[in-house]
């Protein structure tokens, strides 16, 4: 199985910053890639998919880039509705595998 | 409006069966692929089971496959997952979730459901 890494685990943040998140495939994925937020008690939503495309809908705030093994999701300039839990997804190869998760906190 | 809409959650005691059903509308069911995905209380997202558009082919996680089985009415516009022999650790919320993009098998997921909830308890 391919194994998704994320990091960091927590990240607290203020609004107006920008941050990152990392991701990393134990094997090559390409750009199969999805990123995906969920607040508590919801449905999970898709942001980014392969690697680096902006979902209808999704504000331009968000980005996604890298391939191969290697990704990110940038948050250009945090706001209040983006405090969530974000999770990459690989979707080259069965089982599909999700990151364990990111939890963006309000500092 | 694309919608899925999930129901047939509930308590069942171990060893025990449970059928999920996964209504779609807003868009043309026969056409995309489908999957399940659960995440257990305080959990990640993990992913259980898939089905191509045709309901021709099925891929199931490690953790589940032999106990359910997933298929689909293209006709009803349902997607089901069988559930049997439970096991506590198989209680969590079941999302049916909708590949991105007309005719493709392997996909993101761009609709997902609101989520049943599954306890499995004595």
């Known amino acids: 199985d391919i194994q998704m890494t994320q990091s960091p685990s927590t990240l607290s943040a203020s609004v107006g910053d920008r941050v990152t998140i990392t991701c990393r495939a134990s094997q090559s994925i390409s750009s199969w890639l999805a990123w995906i937020q969920q607040k508590p008690g919801k449905a999970p939503k898709l942001l980014i998919y392969?690697?680096?495309s902006l979902e209808s809908g999704v504000p331009s705030r968000f980005s996604g880039s890298g391939s191969g093994t290697e990704f990110t999701l940038t948050i250009s300039s945090l706001q209040p509705d983006d405090f969530a839990t974000y999770y990459c997804?690989?979707?080259?190869?069965?089982?599909?595998?999700f990151g364990q998760g990111t939890k963006l906190e309000i500092k | 409006e694309v919608q899925l809409l999930e129901s047939g959650g509930g308590l069942v005691q171990p060893g025990g069966s449970l059928r999920l059903s996964c209504a779609a509308s807003?868009?043309?069911?026969?056409?995309?692929?489908m999957s399940w995905v659960r995440q257990a209380p305080g959990k990640g997202l993990e992913w259980v089971s898939h089905?191509?558009?045709?309901?021709?082919?099925?891929h199931y996680a490690d953790s589940v496959r032999g106990r359910f089985t997933i298929s689909r009415d293209n006709f009803k516009n349902i997607l089901y997952v069988q559930m049997n022999s439970l096991r506590a650790e198989d209680t969590a919320v079941y999302f049916c979730?909708?590949?991105?993009?007309?005719?493709?098998?392997?996909?993101?997921?761009?609709?997902w459901g609101q989520g049943a909830t599954v306890t499995v308890s004595s």
């Open positions: 997804q690989q979707y080259t190869t069965y089982p599909y595998t």
């Open positions: 392969k690697a680096s």
């Open positions: 807003g868009f043309t069911f026969s056409n995309y692929a």
């Open positions: 979730a909708k590949g991105r993009t007309e005719g493709w098998e392997k996909d993101a997921f761009d609709i």
């Open positions: 089905i191509t558009k045709s309901g021709g082919v099925t």
